[in-house]
Nanobody
Framework: QLQLVESGGGLVQPGGSLRLSCAAS????????IGWVRQAPGKEREGVSC????????NYPDSLKDRFTIDRDNAKRTVYLQMNSLKPEDTAVYYC????????????????WGQGTQVTVSS
């Protein structure tokens, strides 16, 4: 079973940057789209970004595409989320999730999930 482990979260001031990592243990990521999903307290989960298995296609909500960048290194079995110009409203637990095949906007289609990493944007 594919296991995903997120890292890189923490406390950052508004306007700062963080780079999250999602590492897969043992199994190749070559056949999986990887999405980043966040959940703020009291709010529903929100898809942040997704990268296709080869990395040639990426998806972002319009509200985030100028600040967030997803990329992947399949040789290292790792997917990254670079977050710039962070705002307090970006505060959430960030999860990575895997789906065999194409990216999907339906979060329930993602089969494997990490445990999440907390991102807090505050002065």
């Amino acid at each position: 079973q594919l296991q995903l482990v997120e890292s890189g979260g923490g406390l950052v001031q508004p306007g700062g940057s963080l780079r999250l990592s999602c590492a897969a243990s043992e199994f190749t990521l070559d056949y999986y789209s990887i999405g980043w999903v966040r959940q703020a307290p009291g709010k529903e989960r929100e898809g942040v970004s997704c990268t296709s298995p080869s990395g040639d296609r990426t998806n972002y909500p319009d509200s985030l595409k100028d600040r967030f960048t997803i990329d992947r290194d399949n040789a290292k079995r790792t997917v990254y989320l670079q977050m710039n110009s962070l705002k307090p409203e970006d505060t959430a637990v960030y999860y990575c999730a895997a789906l065999k095949g194409r990216c999907s906007s339906r979060l329930e289609e993602y089969e494997y999930w990490g445990q999440g990493t907390q991102v807090t944007v505050s002065s």
